[in-house]
């Protein structure tokens, strides 16, 4: 499944690279906070976002400071 086939997909990697970009956050540090993967993980996971692991996905909202229904695009 390509990046683009979701809506879901495509609004986790904008809203992640939009907070990458924004905040000038380095890659790694990223990946780092998950505590798991590795630089090269994450690149993996936002060019097929459907691999994203839920504790990845929490982690990373955790540390952009929205709450994972943000990240992938649900409002209130």
């Given at each position: 499944m390509k990046r683009g086939s979701n809506k879901i997909y495509t609004f986790v990697c904008a809203t992640?690279?939009?907070?990458?970009?924004?905040?000038?956050?380095?890659?790694?540090d990223l990946a780092a906070c998950t505590g798991r993967?590795?630089?090269?993980?994450?690149?993996?996971?936002?060019?097929?976002?459907?691999?994203?692991?839920l504790s990845e996905l929490i982690a990373v909202a955790d540390?952009?400071?929205i709450s994972v229904s943000e990240l992938i695009g649900e409002t209130k």
């Open positions: 992640i690279w939009g907070y990458i970009k924004r905040n000038r956050v380095d890659v790694e993967i590795a630089k090269s993980t994450l690149y993996q996971r936002l060019r097929q976002p459907e691999d994203f692991r540390k952009m400071g």
